[in-house]
């Protein structure tokens, strides 16, 4: 298992990715591996991911996130050289996944751990997230590790963006036609 947890103080620059991938060559589990960002901020964390898997697995061209652990999801992310367009999905993809996809293309679903996670704890999630014989769930996975009922940090529904939010009371409808708009005019759904 590739792991690489920076041990540089919160002040230090994000220069390098908090990443665990499953072993070359091995088929993996559930999920691909782990990435643990500093925070929940896309425009900052995910040059240094990108450049990290840029140079392990083939360019990074898109990603797609939920919306209930992003506050913010941009439609483009400017990286090193090149340009990753951002898509959500609300009941597609689970909230504690990023799926990543290159220009080859091949696709990466990494289980990602809420920045505020301690480090002990986020390095046991990240062991366990590239394990080739993982076959748990990520949201399940971060249960698991902050107690089962309770709810996972950043699980909140307030870190919806406003312009994913539902409104008027229309539940997750709202979100549903808003995803749908979205899929058709970014890109084809991801298999």
Do not use: C, K
């Amino acid at each position: 298992m590739t792991t690489m947890l920076d041990r540089a103080t919160p002040a230090a620059p994000d220069s390098t990715a908090r990443l665990s991938l499953a072993p070359s060559g091995v088929r993996p589990g559930r999920l691909d591996g782990a990435w643990w960002p500093r925070s929940r901020d896309l425009l900052r964390e995910l040059p240094a991911l990108a450049a990290d898997i840029d140079e392990r697995w083939g360019r990074v061209t898109r990603i797609t996130v939920n919306p209930a652990q992003w506050p913010v999801i941009p439609r483009r992310i400017p990286v090193t050289g090149h340009t990753v367009h951002a898509g959500w999905f609300s009941t597609e993809q689970d909230e504690h996944t990023i799926a990543v996809f290159s220009y080859a293309p091949l696709r990466l679903n990494l289980l990602v751990v809420p920045p505020e996670t301690a480090a002990v704890d986020a390095a046991r999630l990240m062991a366990e997230a590239a394990a080739p014989a993982n076959t748990t769930a990520a949201s399940d996975l971060i249960a698991a590790e902050t107690g089962g009922g309770a709810q996972a940090p950043g699980s909140r529904s307030d870190f919806l963006p406003s312009a994913v939010a539902p409104s008027g009371g229309a539940g997750d409808a709202g979100v549903r036609a808003d995803v749908a708009r979205t899929r058709a005019a970014s890109w084809p759904v991801p298999v």
